[in-house]
Nanobody, 128 residues
Framework: EVQLVESGGGAVQAGGSLRLSCAASGFTFDDYAIGWSRQAPGKEREGVSCIAGSDGSTYYADSVKGRFTISSDNAKNTVYLQMNSLKPEDTAVYYC?????????????????????WGKGTLVTVSS
């Protein structure tokens, strides 16, 4: 059974930091791109940041580049998202997601966030 279990959400003031964790089980970690999508109230879900288990290639949405950092511990099948300089517009439910990545004709992995599997989500609230 595939499981993606998130932790680390909470409330913080603008400019603060949080670290999210996602513990994955039930599939081969190296075969997937794993990371985070989010959904804010009244908005569509968007991919935030993902990392390829095979080689550590990363994807970041433009809105979080320079502020968020994704990393993984393959031995623990766990992905982390360090979120710094948080803004009120980062307020959302953050879902851990996993998907088999696409590859270019030259063999490069595309770590863009997919949605084969989803966690239950963790709420991040950033106040101004």
């Amino acid at each position: 059974e595939v499981q993606l279990v998130e932790s680390g959400g909470g409330a913080v003031q603008a400019g603060g930091s949080l670290r999210l964790s996602c513990a994955a089980s039930g599939f081969t970690f190296d075969d997937y791109a794993i990371g985070w999508s989010r959904q804010a109230p009244g908005k569509e879900r968007e991919g935030v940041s993902c990392i390829a288990g095979s080689d550590g290639s990363t994807y970041y949405a433009d809105s979080v580049k320079g502020r968020f950092t994704i990393s993984s511990d393959n031995a623990k099948n766990t992905v982390y998202l360090q979120m710094n300089s948080l803004k009120p517009e980062d307020t959302a439910v953050y879902y851990c997601v996993a998907a088999r990545p696409a590859y270019s004709s030259s063999g490069e992995v595309n770590a863009a966030c997919g949605g084969d599997y989803w966690g239950k989500g963790t709420l991040v609230t950033v106040s101004s």
